[in-house]
């Protein structure tokens, strides 16, 4: 059930009262919001409207929060004052809590609202019982101290020890004593006869002897009894010299001084003869009771008629064991009245002796306590509200003393400090959870400064020495001295939070995968190392590493593998450099290390060089041993650059250049490289646009059979037609589109328009052609690349094994199993494999006898210098060998004189191509020579070649 509350909204945004509706009505209060946006409408609004509580932006156009609290204190300044802002900061926060606002909260953390209004709204209703209660006390007190000076004997109030609580000015006039040093005695040293330790039984009158303060003693008459004050029962005395008049005689005297006495502490006077069944009551009981004048009986059967039925067997049992034992009659009880309302009596009396010394007759008095009562349950109920909030808050609540006494706890504050129980946290002392005195000292400076310390955060101890992140509230509130000694807050458990912003941290500058520094802590530390070796006239190295061919790793082994290789990898370089050294990884598997205090170029080349071997031995993950090389390229400070960013990237073209030169190699950076840097990626940069702009195109290169001169296809060759430069050399951008990875579309668009040429030639009737097509490094590690292969079958409608696809020795040898499982995939769509460059690499006998490859190709470096170079006419005659044992097609590429022809031609070689047959020729030319193939003078002289010699 949603509790009401009544809002008066200092803001001139209409918006920010749905806000604030919404938040308090999902936090369980139903507001009404009157909003006022001026200074004229604030003062209407708290002098016409009721409201509990006022929520003010702190600076508004009309009215502020400080101006609002002023106007309040005016008004009602018992009314809790709260700012809500989106323009919160501390300064402005500490003004508006020392002009009186009980908190602040802002739009950030707008859901702190209802916890803090909650707390105000209760500290608010405590504050004003309270207040409702001491002013009856005070009301009380001043009409008993009327009544007793008014009275011309000497009044005394005693309490249950007999010492001295109340004496009118004719005591102080009677025993000579002055007022002030009568509070406090004990009776019986001015009343000897009262005896040591209280006053004479209620109800008696006895003579007695008063002691002076001239040391005499004087003769007087006592008469006692008693009166109700806050729930206790306290004796009154009245004192008169001996033989004073005593008007109506001794019963008549003796009631006046009990009607004086109750009439000090009561709303009526009961007086009641049992055996007659009468009462006699003094003060209007018609009208406390609802009746017209007279109305009501006076008799004991109608006053127990009108008590509660729930109290009337109490009290009855109570008033017959008073008339039964004579001892003092002392209830509270309910009565209800006609009009069907009901109230608490506070109801006291004594017995006085009748005829005989029978006691028959007693005389009381009445207290109407109904509103003390319901001051005292609402107490209660906020009491309980108060200690059901206190004990269940998830939050850490507790109350201390300055001095560091801990007064009171809940569970959860034992739990947060890690202790069993809260009777466990009263033994300690605040101090004992702080890890350094002084954090207290401050914390406790800023709270006697701003009486209220807010989102305070602070690292404390908990029972174990272990250490745990608190956000802190507190109040300075009144102690039972009435000053503020007092603290009383609450603290929360911010550890997780205070871990997920120190990993937020660290991940915002390292490396998630490696943990190293990642770019932004690189170039902050790169920065500041440039300043130091600036100041201090040193020079510093910036190496900038790149792992060769890792994309392939990726590919072909999976990037889990990839990663672990990289994480090994970043441990090695940081087993190999000094501790004032920094090893960052930028990205991908590129890495940078800040090398500071070097004394010369060659120290750089030194740990350049290093870092080269120690990457050499083997990496072992997943049982497999993987061998990888990097390239780096180094800068020096102050020859190569004088900031972060100029170091890095002359070392990032230092090592390109290590790149060009075969990988696995280091380059120290010289002015060259920006040039050759810059005409790179500006070459780069239009390849990436030449597919769409279609300037690339393929050129084709026939082969024969050397045995019978028959054409057998042609080899597509990529060629990029610059609109500026022309006709760019491969040699030139593929290294470029390999680095960039370009080469991976660029081989797509390949594959199938070589497919797309192909089929246009069996239409033409050259059903027996075969394109070849060259795969790069990176295409042929790629995951789907027999996906790749099907798809441009489908969409050519090439029959596969009219496709030859070949693969360079290296790339094949690079990953010997994942290439067999691949070949093996192409195989069975059923296409031609050719092994190109055959001779040049690193093949096993081994492997190659388990790649299901139909021809190797002699690499032209072997033909160029046939048959005068007896090494290349060895190799030559031994790869054509190896081809025939293991029924493999050789042909022999880079053919160009008749002397090689003969040489190829001798020795059984199975195919030719070469300019000696043909240059490659665009499309249209090849279109052209495959007319003129069926030609009889064409075909004559193509009989050359399959002629023997």
């Given at each position: 059930?949603?509790?009401?509350?009544?809002?008066?909204?200092?803001?001139?945004?209409?918006?920010?009262?749905?806000?604030?509706?919404?938040v308090?009505?999902?936090?369980?209060?139903?507001?009404?919001?009157?909003?006022?946006?001026?200074?004229?409408?604030?003062?209407?609004?708290?002098?016409g409207?009721?409201?509990?509580?006022?929520?003010?932006?702190?600076?508004?156009?009309?009215?502020?929060?400080?101006?609002?609290?002023?106007?309040?204190?005016?008004a009602?300044?018992?009314?809790?004052?709260?700012?809500?802002?989106?323009?919160?900061?501390?300064?402005?926060?500490?003004?508006?809590?020392r002009a009186?606002?009980?908190?602040?909260?802002?739009?950030?953390?707008?859901?702190?609202?209802?916890?803090?209004?909650?707390?105000?709204?209760?500290e608010?209703?405590?504050?004003?019982?309270?207040?409702?209660?001491?002013?009856?006390?005070?009301?009380?007190?001043?009409?008993?101290?009327?009544?007793?000076?008014?009275?011309?004997?000497?009044?005394?109030?005693?309490?249950?020890t007999?010492?001295?609580?109340?004496?009118?000015?004719?005591?102080?006039?009677?025993?000579?004593?002055p007022?002030a040093?009568?509070?406090?005695?004990?009776?019986?040293?001015?009343?000897?006869?009262?005896?040591?330790?209280?006053?004479?039984?209620?109800g008696?009158?006895?003579?007695?002897?008063?002691?002076?303060?001239?040391?005499?003693?004087?003769?007087?008459?006592?008469?006692?009894?008693e009166?109700?004050?806050?729930g206790?029962?306290?004796?009154?005395?009245?004192?008169?010299p001996?033989?004073?008049?005593?008007?109506?005689?001794?019963?008549?005297?003796?009631?006046?001084?009990?009607?004086?006495?109750?009439?000090m502490a009561?709303?009526?006077v009961?007086?009641?003869?049992?055996?007659?069944?009468?009462?006699?009551?003094?003060?209007?009981?018609?009208?406390?009771?609802?009746?017209?004048?007279?109305?009501?009986?006076?008799?004991v059967?109608a006053?127990?008629?009108?008590?509660?039925?729930?109290?009337?067997?109490?009290?009855?049992?109570?008033?017959?064991?008073?008339?039964?034992?004579?001892?003092?009659?002392?209830?509270e009880?309910?009565?209800?009245?006609?009009?069907?309302?009901?109230?608490?009596?506070?109801?006291?009396?004594s017995?006085?002796?009748?005829?005989?010394?029978?006691?028959?007759?007693?005389?009381?008095?009445?207290?109407?306590?109904?509103?003390?009562?319901q001051?005292?349950?609402?107490?209660q109920?906020?009491?309980?509200?108060?200690?059901?909030?206190?004990?269940?808050?998830?939050?850490?609540?507790?109350?201390?003393?300055m001095?560091?006494?801990?007064l009171?706890?809940?569970?959860?504050?034992?739990?947060?400090?890690?202790?069993?129980?809260?009777?466990e946290?009263?033994?300690?002392?605040?101090?004992?959870?702080?890890?350094?005195?002084?954090?207290?000292?401050?914390?406790l400076?800023?709270?006697?400064?701003?009486?209220?310390?807010?989102?305070?955060?602070?690292?404390?101890?908990?029972?174990d020495?272990?250490?745990?992140?608190?956000?802190?509230?507190?109040?300075?509130?009144?102690?039972?001295?009435?000053?503020?000694?007092?603290?009383?807050?609450?603290?929360?458990?911010?550890?997780?939070?205070?871990?997920?912003?120190?990993?937020?941290?660290?991940?915002?500058?390292?490396?998630?995968?490696?943990?190293?520094?990642?770019?932004?802590l690189?170039?902050?530390?790169?920065?500041?190392?440039?300043?130091?070796?600036?100041?201090?006239?040193?020079?510093?190295?910036?190496?900038?590493?790149?792992?060769?061919?890792?994309?392939?790793?990726?590919?072909?082994?999976?990037?889990?593998?990839?990663?672990?290789?990289?994480?090994?990898?970043?441990?090695?370089?940081?087993?190999?450099?000094?501790?004032?050294?920094?090893?960052?990884?930028?990205?991908?598997?590129?890495?940078?290390?800040?090398v500071?205090?070097?004394?010369?170029?060659?120290?750089?080349?030194?740990?350049?060089?290093?870092?080269?071997?120690?990457?050499?031995?083997p990496?072992?993950?997943?049982?497999?041993e993987?061998?990888?090389?990097?390239s780096?390229g180094v800068?020096?400070?102050?020859?190569?650059?004088?900031?972060?960013?100029?170091?890095?990237r002359?070392?990032?073209?230092?090592?390109?250049?290590?790149?060009?030169?075969?990988?696995?190699?280091?380059?120290?950076?010289?002015?060259a490289?920006?040039?050759?840097a810059?005409?790179?990626?500006?070459?780069?940069?239009?390849?990436?646009?030449?597919?769409?702009?279609?300037?690339?195109?393929?050129?084709?290169?026939?082969?024969?059979?050397?045995?019978?001169?028959?054409?057998?296809?042609a080899?597509?060759?990529?060629?990029?037609?610059?609109?500026?430069l022309?006709?760019?050399?491969?040699?030139?951008?593929?290294?470029?589109?390999?680095?960039?990875?370009?080469?991976?579309?660029?081989?797509?668009?390949?594959?199938?328009?070589?497919?797309?040429?192909?089929?246009?030639?069996?239409?033409?009737?050259?059903?027996?052609?075969?394109?070849?097509?060259?795969?790069?490094?990176?295409q042929?590690?790629?995951?789907?690349?027999?996906?790749?292969?099907?798809?441009?079958l489908?969409?050519?409608g090439?029959?596969?094994?009219?496709?030859?696809?070949?693969?360079?020795?290296?790339?094949?040898?690079?990953?010997?199993?994942?290439?067999?499982?691949?070949?093996?995939?192409l195989?069975?769509?059923?296409?031609?494999?050719?092994?190109?460059?055959?001779?040049?690499?690193?093949?096993?006998?081994?492997?190659?006898?388990?790649?299901?490859?139909?021809?190797?190709?002699?690499?032209?470096?072997?033909?160029?210098?046939?048959?005068?170079?007896?090494?290349?006419?060895?190799?030559?005659?031994?790869?054509?060998?190896?081809?025939?044992?293991?029924?493999?097609?050789?042909?022999?590429?880079?053919?160009?004189?008749?002397?090689?022809?003969?040489?190829?031609?001798?020795?059984?070689?199975?195919?030719?191509?070469?300019?000696?047959?043909?240059?490659?020729?665009a499309?249209?030319?090849?279109?052209?020579?495959?007319?003129?193939?069926?030609?009889p003078?064409?075909?004559?002289?193509?009989?050359?070649?399959?002629?023997?010699?």
């Amino acid at each position: 059930m949603s509790v009401p509350v009544r809002v008066l909204l200092v803001d001139d945004r209409a918006s920010v009262a749905g806000l604030l509706a919404d938040v308090l009505g999902r936090g369980g209060f139903a507001a009404s919001i009157d909003r006022v946006a001026s200074r004229e409408a604030f003062v209407r609004a708290l002098a016409g409207r009721a409201a509990d509580v006022v929520l003010s932006n702190l600076s508004a156009p009309g009215l502020d929060a400080l101006d609002a609290l002023a106007l309040l204190k005016d008004a009602d300044p018992d009314l809790p004052f709260l700012v809500v802002s989106d323009r919160l900061d501390e300064d402005a926060a500490l003004r508006a809590l020392r002009a009186g606002a009980r908190d602040c909260v802002s739009h950030a953390s707008v859901s702190r609202l209802v916890p803090v209004l909650e707390r105000a709204l209760g500290e608010t209703r405590v504050r004003r019982e309270r207040r409702q209660a001491q002013r009856a006390l005070s009301e009380s007190e001043l009409r008993l101290r009327d009544l007793a000076e008014a009275c011309p004997d000497a009044v005394l109030l005693a309490d249950g020890t007999g010492a001295l609580l109340f004496a009118n000015r004719a005591a102080e006039a009677l025993f000579g004593h002055p007022v002030a040093a009568l509070i406090g005695r004990p009776a019986a040293n001015l009343l000897p006869g009262l005896g040591a330790s209280a006053p004479a039984p209620a109800g008696r009158r006895t003579a007695g002897e008063a002691r002076l303060a001239s040391g005499g003693t004087l003769a007087v008459e006592i008469s006692t009894g008693e009166i109700a004050r806050d729930g206790k029962c306290l004796s009154v005395v009245f004192v008169r010299p001996a033989g004073s008049t005593a008007g109506d005689g001794v019963r008549a005297s003796s009631e006046e001084l009990f009607r004086r006495a109750a009439l000090m502490a009561a709303d009526l006077v009961q007086e009641c003869d049992r055996a007659a069944g009468t009462i006699t009551w003094h003060g209007d009981v018609d009208r406390v009771l609802g009746f017209a004048p007279g109305e009501f009986p006076r008799t004991v059967e109608a006053w127990e008629k009108v008590i509660h039925p729930e109290d009337r067997g109490r009290v009855g049992a109570s008033s017959a064991r008073h008339f039964q034992t004579g001892e003092p009659f002392f209830e509270e009880y309910r009565v209800q009245t006609r009009d069907g309302r009901t109230v608490y009596w506070h109801h006291s009396a004594s017995l006085l002796p009748a005829g005989g010394g029978r006691p028959a007759w007693s005389i009381g008095t009445v207290a109407d306590v109904s509103g003390r009562r319901q001051i005292e349950e609402a107490l209660q109920v906020s009491e309980r509200r108060y200690r059901a909030l206190f004990e269940r808050n998830l939050a850490g609540v507790y109350r201390s003393t300055m001095e560091g006494r801990i007064l009171d706890c809940n569970e959860s504050f034992a739990r947060i400090f890690g202790y069993g129980s809260r009777e466990e946290v009263l033994r300690q002392a605040a101090w004992d959870l702080y890890v350094r005195p002084e954090d207290r000292k401050a914390a406790l400076a800023k709270l006697v400064e701003r009486q209220n310390l807010t989102n305070y955060e602070l690292c404390l101890r908990r029972k174990d020495g272990s250490t745990v992140w608190v956000l802190q509230n507190e109040n300075l509130s009144e102690g039972p001295d009435g000053l503020l000694s007092v603290i009383e807050g609450t603290i929360i458990d911010i550890s997780e939070r205070k871990r997920a912003e120190e990993q937020v941290k660290h991940l915002a500058f390292h490396d998630p995968l490696t943990n190293l520094p990642n770019r932004l802590l690189f170039n902050d530390r790169l920065t500041l190392a440039v300043a130091q070796a600036h100041r201090h006239n040193q020079r510093l190295a910036v190496l900038f590493l790149d792992l060769d061919r890792f994309k392939i790793i990726n590919d072909s082994l999976g990037h889990s593998v990839g990663d672990e290789l990289l994480r090994q990898l970043a441990e090695r370089i940081q087993e190999h450099v000094r501790e004032g050294d920094t090893v960052a990884r930028l990205g991908g598997d590129e890495f940078t290390l800040l090398v500071p205090g070097i004394n010369a170029d060659e120290d750089a080349a030194k740990i350049a060089r290093k870092i080269c071997d120690a990457i050499h031995d083997p990496f072992w993950i997943d049982g497999r041993e993987l061998f990888v090389t990097t390239s780096v390229g180094v800068s020096v400070y102050p020859a190569d650059g004088h900031d972060a960013e100029t170091l890095v990237r002359n070392a990032d073209s230092a090592m390109y250049r290590a790149k060009e030169q075969g990988r696995d190699n280091y380059q120290l950076y010289t002015p060259a490289m920006n040039a050759r840097a810059v005409e790179r990626l500006s070459l780069e940069s239009r390849l990436r646009q030449a597919v769409a702009h279609d300037e690339l195109e393929l050129h084709f290169q026939p082969f024969i059979d050397l045995k019978t001169a028959e054409l057998l296809g042609a080899e597509a060759l990529l060629r990029w037609r610059h609109p500026e430069l022309g006709l760019i050399p491969p040699g030139e951008f593929i290294p470029i589109a390999e680095l960039s990875g370009l080469i991976v579309p660029i081989g797509e668009w390949v594959l199938r328009t070589a497919c797309a040429e192909a089929r246009k030639w069996h239409e033409k009737g050259f059903t027996d052609l075969t394109v070849s097509v060259n795969l790069s490094s990176r295409q042929f590690q790629h995951t789907d690349l027999v996906t790749q292969v099907t798809h441009a079958l489908d969409e050519t409608g090439l029959e596969p094994n009219k496709l030859d696809l070949e693969i360079t020795e290296s790339n094949a040898m690079q990953n010997a199993e994942h290439s067999i499982n691949t070949l093996w995939g192409l195989k069975k769509q059923g296409v031609r494999i050719s092994m190109d460059d055959f001779g040049t690499g690193y093949s096993s006998l081994n492997y190659l006898k388990r790649f299901p490859i139909d021809r190797i190709k002699l690499d032209q470096s072997f033909v160029r210098d046939l048959p005068s170079d007896k090494d290349d006419a060895a190799i030559a005659m031994a790869v054509i060998a190896m081809g025939r044992s293991l029924e493999l097609e050789v042909i022999a590429e880079g053919v160009e004189t008749e002397e090689q022809l003969a040489f190829l031609k001798g020795h059984q070689c199975d195919q030719l191509q070469g300019f000696l047959l043909s240059k490659p020729l665009a499309p249209r030319d090849f279109d052209r020579f495959l007319d003129e193939s069926r030609d009889p003078e064409s075909a004559r002289d193509r009989a050359r070649f399959a002629r023997a010699h």
